[in-house]
């Protein structure tokens, strides 16, 4: 069974424009999927329906065979799925290290077992040097380092990446690149990523192209 | 940092980063309730003070009992046969009975004073100077309030009703309202006034030891053997006393409008909160809060202001009860402050919770805040 099953998933906005239409999507464990196409396309709707952040008009999201409602959508964010943002998404007011310790508030670690694994996040990063540097004097490749280590903190079994590499320059691009593919071959996850960058796409083990919210042949 | 590198980040230093950021809005929440509850403190205790004060006024004229005219909703428009005084005398559970005529006079042509009229040899009518000599029909006492008001000193002539009298002595008024009066003999204020063989009230003191169950006995056997009267006891005699239930009921009307103010202050400063931090909270959601988790964070906020408002506000209140004491005192009232450590620690506990009720609409507009849009909207 696919880890996640998208089934005739459908979405318009005011009941009029429609973002998704009829969208099925299997995805098996491991793998590293790109949703490649233009703006407008659909991709972002399509991440936002999968992480439960609004609900289809039609059709159904299920992951491991659970559907994604409601109802258990804290437990499903907490335990099930990380995101990363393009414009990184973290509290600018708070340290990297805080963002990131934010991330597990809703876990049963303790204060100081969180403090610990956010650093050790961040030292895998290359950031243990900027750990309690405030998010907002960071550079760009920085945050969404940071926001990386956010989305994996708690470990999730589906990472959901919109758009990661929009805001950053090539050398971030490619230092982020590879630090999915690493986490990739090390936690044996799965990756769903928003993108219209082909050197994205490129790196992913398979592409699916979204054009007006439908899903394109392959 | 240093501080959450020890122990770690938690919820208490993610609130405290939060009111760091905005330290006016912060200052002016905590100020403003601050001084809402201080203005509820000051009055209540003023109001309690003064209530107490008259509630020991008649303590010490030992006053257990008080019989006045039925059917009067305004004790001061009470009238009683005199010819009663006796036979309430000669009940054996009374061991004294004090008979006051009261009316409200025109004093010199110009102002209202309430007159009150005693027998001859009542101890209210005690001279300093001259102890043994009883008060003359053509003589008043006045009290400390009316002489500073009027500016009436002893020797002064005073016209009371276009009937001229000589002010005997100035005396220490055994309630607060009692110092805003004049007291002269009942055989001189009955003909003034028109009420001949006629008081306001009798003051019963009960010989000691008398039960609850025998004072019912006597109130019901005075009603029944003096037609038209009417027996109440000095705690209901005293929550009728319409100046004292005057500054209970604004006191009241003020804690309730100054609860409502400041929940209403809390309310919408963390309302403009949360919608500043929408981004922020529909993070915190996208993360994994719960709704409660996102409440909590609104609450424990609300609550830090609230603590600070009201350690603020109790001092800024019992500085301002001992204030508006101090004025009364220099005025002849006097009333000693009735403001215990509980009552304000009550007062302090009533903010905390109003603020968290006025935190409702904040809370409920933050869980309304759906990720989706406010992540998009960025």
């Not at chain 1, 972002?44 to 952040?53: D, E, K, R, V």
């Not at chain 2, 204030?323 to 450590?341: E, I, K, N, Q």
Request: aromatic share 6%; hydrophobic share 50%; with cysteine.
């Amino acid at each position: 069974m696919a880890q996640l099953e998208i089934r005739g998933l459908s979405r318009s906005y005011g009941g009029i424009i429609p973002a998704l239409v009829d969208v099925d999507l299997s995805i098996d464990s491991g793998e590293m999927v790109a949703l490649l196409g233009p703006s407008g396309s659909g991709k972002s709707t399509l991440l936002s329906l999968i992480a439960g952040f609004e609900y289809p008009d039609r059709g159904s999201v299920a992951v491991d065979g659970r559907v994604v409602n409601a109802r258990d959508a804290v437990d499903y964010r907490r335990n099930v799925i990380g995101v990363l943002f393009q414009h990184y998404h973290l509290l600018e007011t708070l340290t990297a290290c805080q963002n990131i310790e934010l991330a597990m508030f809703p876990t049963h670690a303790e204060p100081m077992q969180r403090y610990r694994r956010a650093r050790d996040l961040l030292q895998q990063v290359g950031l243990a040097a900027r750990a309690d540097q405030i998010a907002n004097r960071l550079s760009g490749g920085e945050r969404q380092r940071v926001a990386f280590c956010r989305s994996i903190v708690n470990q999730p079994r589906l990472l959901l990446a919109d758009e990661p590499t929009g805001s950053l320059d090539t050398a971030s691009k490619l230092e982020l690149l590879q630090l999915l593919r690493r986490w990739m071959d090390a936690e044996r996850r799965t990756l769903v990523v928003a993108t219209h960058d082909a050197d994205v796409a490129s790196a992913c083990s398979r592409v699916v192209r979204l054009r007006d919210g439908r899903l394109e042949a392959a | 940092m240093i501080t959450h590198r020890r122990e770690g980040y938690r919820l208490r230093h993610l609130v405290w980063d939060g009111l760091r950021l905005r330290p006016l809005r912060a200052f002016a929440a905590i100020l403003s309730i601050a001084v809402t509850l201080a203005a509820s403190l000051t009055l209540i205790g003023v109001s309690e003070s003064l209530e107490t004060s008259v509630a020991e006024g008649y303590a010490a004229r030992k006053v257990d009992l008080i019989v006045m005219q039925a059917g009067k909703s305004n004790p001061l428009t009470s009238r009683i046969d005199t010819a009663l005084v006796p036979a309430m005398r000669a009940l054996e559970q009374v061991a004294r009975v004090q008979p006051l005529l009261v009316d409200t006079l025109l004093l010199n042509s110009d102002q209202s004073i309430l007159v009150y009229g005693w027998e001859p040899t009542d101890p209210d009518l005690r001279l300093t100077d001259r102890p043994n000599a009883p008060l003359r029909t053509d003589e008043v006492l006045i009290g400390k309030t009316a002489s500073r008001v009027a500016d009436l000193s002893p020797g002064d002539s005073v016209t009371l009703n276009l009937t001229e009298f000589v002010i005997a002595d100035t005396f220490e008024a055994n309630t607060f309202a009692e110092s805003g009066t004049l007291f002269m003999r009942l055989d001189a204020l009955q003909p003034l006034i028109g009420a001949e063989n006629r008081v306001t009230f009798a003051f019963l003191e009960l010989v000691p030891g008398l039960s609850a169950a025998r004072q019912d006995e006597l109130r019901l056997e005075i009603e029944r053997t003096m037609p038209g009267t009417t027996v109440i006891d000095a705690a209901e005699f005293i929550a009728d006393h319409q100046l004292a239930a005057a500054l209970r009921g604004v006191s009241r009307i003020t804690l309730f409008t100054n609860a409502f103010l400041a929940s209403l202050i809390v309310g919408t400063l963390m309302v403009l909160t949360v919608s500043e931090r929408r981004r922020d909270i529909a993070i915190l959601r996208a993360v994994g809060w719960s709704s409660w988790r996102i409440a909590h964070l609104i609450l424990f906020e609300t609550a830090l202001l609230a603590v600070a408002a009201a350690l603020l506000g109790a001092s800024i209140g019992w500085i301002g009860l001992e204030m508006a004491l101090s004025h009364l005192f220099s005025l002849g009232f006097y009333a000693r402050s009735m403001l215990t450590p509980t009552m304000v620690a009550g007062a302090a506990l009533a903010v905390i919770i109003v603020a968290l009720l006025g935190s409702a609409i904040p809370v409920y507009h933050a869980l309304g805040i759906r990720v989706a849009d406010a992540i998009r909207n960025e």
